[in-house]
């Protein structure tokens, strides 16, 4: 079964700087890997994916994902904040091939302070 | 309307009451789920309805009843909860078939608070 740990359960940043959000998996198997993004109030809204080929994944409002095989990571990455990207990340984990389900991990606080 | 819609946003019950959640998608997905989230843990799913027929259940409590009477609605009825039962419930969907590739469409929960 695969399991997500993310490493900081609170990141606080100054607008414009650069942030890196850490998520590691666990699977014996491929996987599909998703970052969600809660704004407060709201559901949880996908972010970006990786599924195959280019590890780099990109998403529409500057966020970057890179997966690592290697070090079973895919940590998301900001190279400057808004104060617009306060809100709750999660990193999630679907095996390729089996349980469709994800397993989401505990989530991330990104805080950004003007 | 497009989207996942749950109702009502937010609800206060006593531990003997009986309530339900609504969730409504319009996407034409055929897939459902409910999630439970709990602050600083990773996100329960609690129920699967996968073609309108329920896939897992994850050992929730009895106090907890999903229906799914078609693919675009599904309801979490509530009787004799517990405290710490108070979370938000979130309401997804997606397409059975490709649930991975897709990733879920959340509605905006159900702040619930029990008293």
């Known amino acids: 079964a695969q399991s997500v740990t993310q490493l900081d359960s609170q990141v606080p940043v100054f607008e414009e700087a650069p942030v890196e959000l850490r998520c590691n998996y666990s699977s014996s198997v491929s996987v599909y890997l998703f970052w969600y993004v809660q704004y407060p109030n709201q559901g949880l809204q996908l972010l970006l994916k990786y599924l195959s080929g280019s590890t780099l994944v990109e998403s529409i409002n500057g966020f970057e994902a890179e997966f690592n095989k290697s070090q079973t990571s895919f940590h998301l990455r900001k190279p400057s904040v808004h104060i617009s990207d306060t809100a709750e990340y999660f990193c999630?984990?679907?095996?390729?091939?089996?349980?469709?389900?994800?397993?989401f991990g505990r989530g991330t606080s990104l805080i950004v302070h003007p | 309307e497009t989207g996942v819609t749950q109702t009502p946003r937010h609800l206060v019950m006593g531990m003997t009451n009986k309530k339900s959640l609504k969730c409504e998608q319009h996407l034409g997905h055929n897939a459902m789920y409910w999630y439970k989230q709990s602050a600083k843990k990773p996100l329960e799913l609690m129920f699967v309805y996968s073609l309108e027929e329920r896939v897992e259940n994850n050992s929730v409590p009895s106090r907890f009843s999903p229906e799914c009477p078609n693919s675009s609605h599904l309801f979490l009825h509530l009787h004799t909860l517990q405290p710490e039962d108070s979370a938000l419930y979130l309401c997804?969907?997606?397409?059975?078939?490709?649930?991975?590739?897709?990733?879920?469409?959340f509605g905006s929960g159900t702040r619930l608070t029990v008293v």
């Open positions: 997804a969907s997606s397409q059975v078939q490709s649930p991975a590739l897709y990733g879920y469409t």
């Open positions: 999630a984990v679907s095996e390729s091939g089996g349980s469709y389900i994800p397993t």
